[in-house]
């Protein structure tokens, strides 16, 4: 089964950390997001998988390639023209089954049933505000219409990031015809317009309901997806008190960090070759090389190369930064 991962996204949102380095290499439970990622898919059985890259793409392919052995393909989406657009420059003419999640989305599920079926399916979760999501629209319990953040949507299932689809050279054929038709939502094209046109050319396209559902767009669902998995995998390190420090698991402490007089976790990631000294930090991801020195920190994101000392408490400070208290 082929994976299409959009992974070009600007993550504006999380600015400042995404000013130096892309959203899906941001770590959670010791790992970046994109791994996790590409654990479930080919656990679902994706055998061939195609990342769309854009801004900061050579830094994502290096990290594949030097973690996964696997066929992978990366091609680039030169311009944000949107997920449509990113889709359809993953699509080939000859495709069938293809599973399309994106590179922020994060599920507790099992899609293997779903996809055994080979019935075309898009995944959804009901939210109380559906204005900023793909809308599906229910008639006689198929899906009768879908349509893109509507100010009045028809319904409350929003649609989470994650397609099943039998027929992918279809999907390939609306995805050109929604740009043949011009057809853009705030000057992009969407993938829930391709989808409704091959509603209109009769194909059938079901859903699929995801209760957990991890969106990592924004510092405070980054935090709560990291605990999520924390409680899922555990710790990935075997320490529990080095240098005089107390380890509180669930944590990741990376090769190379150095851990002086500190009280660890839980839900801490120490960065590769981070120190940290006399401080206590919990709920936070710590970037790589970065220096914590008699810091309280919690609830934060602190990126690569930093310099904290003195007491803080909570922080969203990218990378190459530097604090004295």
């Known amino acids: 089964m082929k994976v299409i991962i959009p992974v070009a996204g600007l993550g504006s949102r999380l600015r400042p950390h995404t000013f130096t380095q892309p959203k899906a290499l941001l770590p959670l ?96 979760k009901e939210v109380e505000d559906a204005r900023k999501f793909g809308v599906v629209e229910m008639e006689d319990g198929r899906v009768k219409r879908l349509v893109e953040k509507p100010p009045q949507p028809p319904s409350n299932l929003a649609i989470v990031g994650v397609y099943y689809i039998r027929d992918g050279a279809c999907l390939k054929a609306a995805g050109e015809e929604v740009i043949k038709r011009g057809k853009m939502v705030k000057n992009e094209y969407q993938l829930t317009d391709a989808l409704q046109i091959m509603l209109e050319w009769q194909e059938h396209i079901g859903i699929f309901h995801i209760e957990g559902w991890f969106d990592c767009g924004k510092p405070e669902t980054i935090l709560e997806t990291n605990r999520f998995l924390f409680d899922k995998l555990g710790s990935s390190n075997q320490a529990e008190i080095c240098n005089d420090s107390i380890i509180v698991p669930p944590v990741h402490i990376a090769p190379g960090a150095h851990i002086v007089r500190s009280i660890i976790g839980p839900y801490a990631v120490i960065g590769e070759n981070s120190i940290v000294q006399n401080s206590n930090v919990r709920d936070s991801l710590i970037g790589e090389e970065t220096h914590l020195e008699r810091a309280v920190v919690a609830d934060s994101i602190i990126g690569n190369r930093t310099r904290i000392n003195g007491r803080v408490h909570r922080l969203n400070l990218g990378a190459a930064s530097e604090i004295e208290v």
């Open 29 to 124: 439970a010791g790992k970046p997001i994109v791994g996790h990622i590409v654990d479930q898919v080919t656990a679902w059985g994706g055998d061939r998988l195609v990342f769309i890259i854009g801004h900061f793409g050579d830094q994502i392919e290096h990290y594949l390639r030097r973690n996964y052995h696997l066929p992978m393909e990366f091609r680039r989406q030169e311009m944000a023209l949107g997920l449509g657009h990113a889709v359809l420059i993953g699509l080939d003419d000859t495709d069938r089954d293809v599973l399309i999640i994106l590179g922020d989305t994060l599920l507790d599920a099992d899609l293997s049933p779903l996809i055994q079926r080979g019935e075309t399916a898009i995944g959804v």
